[in-house]
């Protein structure tokens, strides 16, 4: 089964940006659609950003236009550029296969954005 570890979280001022990035092993990524999720305080888990196995692209609303999610298959791995960071935006990110049931999730990075 895949193992995954976010990285590249941080503290930043409302406006800055941020560089995610979700390590696999285990397994290969090439064959799934795959997700960075948002996990505000208090609130579940959603997909923020999804990259499809031919690398096209959806986004939720609340960061379609700011955010781009992309994937290197050869390097197992996916990214997330974060722009125009809002305090909205604060909480710890995982990435996952899309609809991931009951696979295992990552310790996921956690993001804090000041205003």
């Known amino acids: 089964q895949v193992q995954l570890v976010e990285s590249g979280g941080g503290l930043v001022q409302a406006g800055g940006s941020l560089r995610l990035t979700c390590l696999a092993s285990g397994s290969t990524i090439s064959n799934y659609a795959m997700a960075w999720y948002r996990q505000a305080p208090g609130k579940q888990r959603v997909a923020v950003a999804v990259?499809?196995?031919?690398?096209?692209?959806n986004y939720g609303p609340s960061v379609k236009g700011r955010f781009t999610i992309s994937r290197d298959n050869a390097e197992n791995t996916v990214y997330l550029q974060m722009n125009s960071l809002k305090p909205n935006d604060t909480g710890v990110y995982y990435c996952?296969?899309?609809?991931?049931?009951?696979?295992?999730w990552g310790q996921g990075t956690q993001v804090t954005v000041f205003s």
């Open positions: 990259v499809n196995t031919d690398s096209s692209t």
């Open positions: 996952n296969i899309l609809r991931p049931g009951t696979r295992s």
